[in-house]
């Protein structure tokens, strides 16, 4: 069966006018372009059927299949997948969501661009997906099943893309793809730990799903690799960082006071989340969206105030736990580096100083509850 599959692989590479070498032989040729287009699949009006496993707290929890048509991929996918997508009627009462969109996020090796851009000591490098990269990667698993070729050291950690530079184009892939396998379960495994936060300071998780993806071959050959991800709460497409730089006088009277509100609450959720243990290294300003309305009525008087949920932090794939660590002291180490005031910095580089005094202000006030 394994020799039956070389041979279809080979075959399919041929007919494409592509040459899969053997394991040792193979080696990246720079010869490929920059950048790989997007899947068509995941294209603007694209319709995607998966199947949608429901979260624990859904109306039911039987997997069913839904198609959710794309009405805006969040590219470039620098880690996976990401799109808004229009939710149907029928999704919404199985799955118990009340908007009319949601995001879908799909954690697709072929759409890794962080991961397929190496920095080297020369340039910045990419290793695109292609016809010849998907059938060396077919075949590399085929010759790792009939153990004719072995994993290198640490291909199941994400340190090992820093110094396989040289790695075959079908190791690669495979790195790629149980990279990809880790970050879905690790971001899973923080929405679910964290679930008393969703729908207030991150997204409501709706639901794990399964995409099957007919991938190119070559001629009218193809694949089909099932692709893993999660449906979750569309909150806004409005960054952090944009809101911060684009935010415009007119919207509120008392613009210093809001924009100053909205800094300080993501500093509040950042450093909530570093106090409790939950360590995310991917917290930064574009991982951090601003939801609407900004401004609600006061629960103490007619006036307006600040939501409490108006900053809402998203991607959990790099977030650790105290049960990743073998010990306390790796555990406590851990949490000095990772950044609980990066937030902090970046907003005062880019929010006007007139402004920034409003935080240093409010901070010497006890900080707000996060839920």
Not at 177 to 184: G, K
Not at 198 to 214: D, E, H, L, N, W
Not at 322 to 339: C, H, I, N, P, V
Request: with cysteine; glycine share 4%.
């Amino acid at each position: 069966m394994t020799t039956k599959c070389k041979l279809q692989l080979q075959c399919h590479a041929r007919r494409a006018g592509l040459e899969v070498e053997s394991n040792h032989q193979q080696r990246y040729s720079h010869q490929h372009p920059r950048s790989a287009p997007m899947p068509s699949e995941f294209a603007s009006r694209s319709v995607l059927t998966v199947q949608v496993t429901p979260a624990t707290n859904a109306r039911q929890h039987r997997t069913s299949s839904f198609s959710f048509e794309i009405l805006k991929p969040y590219e470039p996918f620098t880690a996976a997948v990401v799109a808004k997508v229009a939710v149907g009627s029928a999704a919404r009462q199985a799955l118990g969501i009340l908007d009319t969109t949601a995001v879908l996020k799909l954690f697709d090796r072929r759409c890794y661009k962080a991961r397929r851009t190496e920095l080297s000591h020369r340039a910045i490098q990419e290793r695109p997906h292609t016809i010849a990269s998907e059938c060396a990667y077919r075949k590399f698993v085929c010759d790792l099943q009939a153990g004719s070729v072995t994993l290198t050291k640490d291909i199941n950690c994400d340190t090992w893309f820093i110094c396989r530079e040289r790695a075959p184009i079908g190791e690669f892939e495979l790195a790629l793809q149980r990279s990809a396998e880790r970050a879905y379960r690790k971001e899973v495994r923080a929405y679910q730990r964290l679930s008393d936060y969703q729908g207030s300071v991150i997204p409501r998780m709706y639901g794990t799903v399964q995409y099957t993806a007919k991938i190119p071959l070559g001629g009218n050959a193809y694949a089909e690799e099932v692709i893993s991800g999660i449906l979750l709460e569309h909150i806004s497409d409005v960054t952090l960082e944009r809101f911060a730089t684009d935010f415009s006088a007119s919207r509120y009277s008392e613009t210093p006071q809001v924009l100053a509100g909205v800094c300080r609450r993501a500093m509040e959720v950042s450093t909530h989340f570093w106090g409790i243990g939950a360590l995310n290294d991917d917290a930064h300003m574009n991982n951090m969206l601003v939801r609407e309305p900004l401004l609600v009525p006061s629960r103490t008087g007619p006036q307006l105030s600040l939501s409490p949920c108006c900053v809402v932090m998203i991607d959990f794939e790099f977030m650790k736990f105290r049960d990743d660590y073998d010990s306390e002291e790796a555990f406590q180490r851990s949490k000095l580096l990772t950044g609980m005031h990066e937030i902090g910095p970046a907003l005062e580089r880019i929010v006007p100083s007139n402004v920034w005094r409003y935080v240093y202000e409010e901070w010497e006030t006890p900080p707000k509850r996060i839920i």
